[in-house]
């Protein structure tokens, strides 16, 4: 299976608020760019995406990620993550009716493509499937089968929302007790996705930092944090 994935980011300028005690508002910015260019250079280079789409108004964001090969589409309804998602997801399908979609976190500088692989085809037996965050609360990835709506419930702990509307957890071994039937019940196995490390550590604060620069991280972070002390 070949998937659409959709990638949030908000201007820059308001990204990663989390991150100013660590890096200032100087930085902050460049960083954000930086989290978003590895995410989208990664997600491009995996061997089960078929194209990527980055959903901002950001000018430069919009410039920089599209030079990476990423189809950059407008924060039409300018109502926040969720919203901003749908609405990508819309735009995704009424290209390709029958395109699975991703949505991804823009903050995963650590993605190693061959790890998001390995998550992607492990949600494809299942109408809608996401990844819990490294924190165990959040959400960095979100997935819907063809015909099936995505319905993002991103932001704070979404892990339980995105749980509590009938997706699966990949990684939990649990696709039968989340009341998954029939074939895709039966391969439960398959949300055994192993290391997947870098698709779990998204980056909000310095702490987050820390850990995906330990995972190894992108080019452009690396640059971007280089020098870059990090208060414990």
Do not use: Y
């Amino acid at each position: 299976m070949q998937w659409t994935v959709v990638i949030p980011l908000k201007p820059l300028e308001r990204a990663k608020s989390r991150l100013a005690p660590a890096a200032g508002d100087g930085l902050r910015p460049a960083l954000a760019l930086a989290f978003a260019q590895d995410t989208v250079a990664a997600a491009v280079a995996c061997p089960a995406v078929r194209d990527v789409v980055v959903v901002t108004d950001d000018v430069r964001a919009s410039r920089e990620l599209a030079a990476l090969g990423a189809r950059v589409v407008p924060d039409t309804p300018g109502d926040g993550l969720n919203a901003a998602l749908a609405h990508a997801a819309h735009q995704v399908r009424s290209w390709h009716p029958e395109a699975p979609v991703a949505a991804l976190n823009a903050d995963l500088p650590a993605l190693r493509p061959r790890e998001l692989a390995r998550v992607l085809d492990a949600a494809a037996p299942f109408p809608r499937a996401f990844l819990a965050d490294a924190a165990g609360i959040g959400t960095t990835l979100l997935t819907a089968a063809p015909g099936t709506e995505l319905r993002p419930q991103f932001g704070g702990p979404s892990r339980a929302r995105h749980r509590d509307s009938g997706a699966v957890e990949l990684g939990s071994g649990q696709a039968g007790a989340a009341g998954v039937t029939g074939a895709a019940g039966a391969a439960g196995a398959t949300t055994d996705i192993g290391r997947a490390g870098s698709v779990r550590q998204d980056v909000d604060t310095g702490d987050d930092l820390r850990a995906a620069l330990a995972l190894g991280v992108g080019p452009h972070t690396a640059a971007a944090a280089a020098g870059l002390l990090i208060p414990d």
